[in-house]
């Protein structure tokens, strides 16, 4: 069974970057649906990124132009490079891949990111 195991989180300021890491092991997710996913406490988790299995990527109105979502099949991996950070980014980030839509999706632990205003 695939794990993934998300890293890179962490406290910035306004305005920084931070890239987050999301690596499988296990098997192969170089075709499965791949999203960064964020909660803050008392809210649902909400999609923040995600790449399909042909490479599209999707964003929400939040991300778009901010943060971008990339793949490394040589790493097995899936990465979020956010930039300009807000405090209202501040929250677990969790990365969810699976096979296909007819799939479950394989939930990271999440990574805590704060931004600082």
């Known amino acids: 069974q695939v794990q993934l195991v998300e890293s890179g989180g962490g406290l910035v300021e306004t305005g920084g970057s931070l890239r987050l890491s999301c690596a499988a092991s296990?098997?192969?997710?170089?075709?499965?649906?791949v999203g960064w996913y964020r909660q803050v406490p008392g809210n649902q988790r909400s999609l923040v990124a995600q790449?399909?299995?042909?490479?599209?990527?999707i964003y929400s109105p939040s991300a778009r132009g901010r943060f971008t979502i990339a793949r490394d099949n040589a790493q097995n991996a899936v990465y979020l490079q956010m930039t300009r950070l807000k405090p209202d980014d501040t929250a677990v980030y969790y990365c969810?891949?699976?096979?296909?839509?007819?799939?479950?999706?394989?939930w990271g632990q999440g990574t805590q990111v704060t931004v600082s205003a």
């Open positions: 296990g098997g192969r997710i170089s075709t499965w649906i």
């Open positions: 969810a891949g699976r096979q296909g839509l007819e799939y479950e999706n394989e």
């Open positions: 790449i399909l299995g042909g490479g599209t990527t």
